[in-house]
């Protein structure tokens, strides 16, 4: 079991924002680099809509993929604008805009003549763009916010959403253009998963425990997360100061801005994130 401690943040809120910045234009770097080096040169994917944007890319005109991977996000983004949170969306637009930009700049170079370890290091490459920018709390955009809203809509997992949307597009690529290619794309896919668990958080879901003594602070703006929060009094082994300990179950796309909400409303709280395996019961709070 993994514990996670968040503390007082060290960094200004201008040199958080310019840090989250720099990390998601080089995370989208990082994701047009796989696509344009590896898997675009073999006619490959790694599903999400960058995946389905290179479909239509590969039945057309390659040179397209980009403008493709554009269109097919701004009517997403635009639904999570007003759906999930500005932040996170505001970043992962950010993200889809330098993404798009650099999969126009960087050349189709086939670094190797291998499928299989094109689909690999693809995978391995666009899992650290797609792992660091959910760490900076936005996302590489496409089928990370679609899950987002239709979890927030409905009691269904994430991974249970991305699975399904992923081999939709895994089945059209075998469909319209092979299945050896379609096989190439699912270890592809596999690759990136489990990269992306290493770099940003390997559950779903996790438990939040918050030890407080800004207890309605932190509870209204709590309260304004689609998760419910339960409050249990707590006291202080050394100090016998009674605490307020506030619990609240989220998923690890929601963790940043979850975290971030805590330390701007308690920089002094202590936060222990743990792995939480099964639930029982309603996850997402009624509206």
């Known amino acids: 079991m993994h514990v996670r401690n968040y503390g007082i943040p060290l960094t200004t809120g201008v040199a958080k924002q310019v840090r989250e910045v ?18 675009i040169p073999h006619q490959l994917l790694s599903g999400g ?44 637009m950010l993200s889809v805009v330098a993404t798009t930009w650099f999969l126009t700049i960087i050349p189709v170079v086939k670094l190797t003549k291998d499928p299989i370890l094109a689909s690999i290091f ?17 996302s590489s955009g496409g089928f ?17 959403v991305l699975f399904v949307l992923d081999g939709l597009v895994i089945l059209s690529l075998g469909f319209f253009k ?11 896919i596999f690759v ?25 602070k932190m509870l209204s703006r709590l309260t304004l997360l689609p998760h419910g929060v339960t409050i249990v009094n707590a006291e202080g082994g050394y100090s016998h100061e009674g605490n307020s300990m506030l619990m609240t179950v989220t998923t690890r796309y929601e963790l940043a ?21 099964e639930i ?4 997402r709070r009624f509206s």
Request: net charge positive; proline share 3%; aromatic share 10%.
């Open 49 to 92: 809509v960058a995946g389905a944007a290179s479909i239509a890319g590969y039945l057309t005109n390659p040179k397209y993929i980009s403008l493709i991977y554009f269109s097919l996000n701004l009517p997403i983004l635009i639904w999570g604008f007003i759906v999930v949170g500005k932040k996170y969306i505001c970043l992962s």
């Open 144 to 160: 990370d916010i679609l899950g987002s809203i239709i979890t927030r809509k409905r009691d269904i997992p994430m991974g249970t």
């Open 192 to 216: 990136k998963s489990k990269v992306v668990d290493m770099i940003h958080i390997r559950h779903v879901k996790l438990t939040c425990f918050i030890v407080t003594k800004e207890r309605d």
């Open 22 to 39: 720099s990390i998601i234009i080089f995370s989208a770097f990082l994701v047009a680099s796989g696509l344009r080096l590896f898997l």
């Open 257 to 277: 801005e979850l975290r971030k909400a805590i330390l701007e409303t308690d920089p002094k709280s202590f936060v222990n994130v743990l792995e939480t395996v």
């Open 178 to 188: 092979s299945w050896d290619s379609a096989l190439y794309a699912m270890l592809c």
């Open 122 to 138: 693809g995978g391995v490459i666009i899992a650290g763009g797609v792992g660091f920018s959910l760490r900076a709390g936005g």
């Open 280 to 283: 029982v019961g309603r996850f």
